[in-house]
């Protein structure tokens, strides 16, 4: 009987708690917290990545126009170079026997050219006089023609031989510094079909550039003379600095995926850039530099008479663009005219002064959302059909009113 009578008091004080709680309404009061934010002077900026190589300005492919063998080479890896400097020879045996035979066939020419001529001479004397055909005359003309074509073409035989002979000693073609070398001594290069490549010697490598590949969908706003920095994986916590000098207008396709090459200059004056280099490249394509500007939520927010506490009112104003200010009880609206946005801010022309706390987002505590654990949706949003409502910290849905 004690027990029961323990067990009953027990009950009728959990009954008692019960009615307190449900007549409290069960739940904690539910209060809005407000995030503002100041209209400030502030930079704008927008931007695009992408990724390119590092290469000289000027470089040139050093190559022979004649086959043999490489007898001398006078320069290696990054050596520095003057033009018109000799840095390679060809073996010239054989070029040295071809002019030779080239000369002994012009002056064999000449002789023929020295006979014919007095030869045509003494004919053209006796045409004069009738005393030979006119046949004969003409066959005195013919082979003194021939003989004069003969001499031009062994003197042209001549000159090929000796530029030939000329082209077994290779000199630079500019100031530079050799980047690769793809001969040795002793090698045989054949000239029969392409020009072999013996060396490349970039020009300048205080003056780099990068050649970035961007996509399709943000060469549009990629222009001559935007600034862009770049980093490479050599120098981690080095960031460079150059301008795009040239947007390409012949498009590439790799994988089904469109690009267009952007030439961006790149200083080196200390030599850190090397030619290869992959560049991580970011290109501004807006800056605007100490405008006043807000945060671009500011723009989006509209207050709703959904959750203001008692007391509170809303002024608001017809206009296209307004951000609004909490004065004391009342939420104001004020028209303001924007210039350029990059999606996190907005630049604000005029309509509200310097200095001025706008509301931004909102946060919710207590009540029903806090116990349940769900993130609050944003009240002062235009509400969906489906009752559900975007808030700043997340998606969650409202109960229905």
Sequence with gaps: MKNKKVWIGVVAVVLVALVIWMCSGGKKEQTVEFETAKVEKQNISTSITATGTIEPVTSVTVGTQVSGIVSKL????????????????????????????????LTSAQSTLNYETANFNRYQTLFDKGLVSAN???????????ARQSVASSRESVQKAQTNLGYATITSPIDGVVLSKAVEEGQTVAAS??????????????DMRVIADIDEADIGGVQEGQRVTFTVDAFPEDKFEGQVTQVRQQATTSS????????ISAPNKDLK??????????????EKNDVLAAPAKALRFVPNEALLSKGQQIEDVEAKAKVWTLEGNTF???????????????????????????????????G??????????????????NNRQQGGNGGGQQPRR
């Design 74 to 105: 006078y320069v290696d890896y990054n050596s520095v170079v003057k033009k018109g400097q000799v840095i390679a020879e060809l073996d010239k045996t054989n070029l040295i026997s071809e002019l030779n035979r080239a000369k002994a066939d």
């Design 136 to 146: 004969d005359y003409e066959s005195a003309r013919l082979s003194y023609d021939k």
């Design 193 to 206: 079909f392409n020009t072999p490549e013996l060396f490349t010697i970039a020009q300048d490598l205080t």
């Design 256 to 263: 089904n995926v469109v690009t267009y090459e952007v030439v």
């Design 273 to 286: 850039l090397k030619p290869g280099l992959t560049a991580n490249v970011t290109i501004y394509t807006l």
């Design 332 to 366: 104001k609206a004020h028209a303001v005219e924007v210039g350029t946005s990059n999606g996190m801010l907005t630049e604000i022309t005029s309509g509200i002064s310097a200095g001025t706390e706008v509301l931004v987002d909102f946060k919710l505590s207590g």
């Design 368 to 385: 029903e959302m806090e116990e349940a654990g769900q993130q609050a949706q944003n009240p002062f949003m235009p509400r969906p059909r």
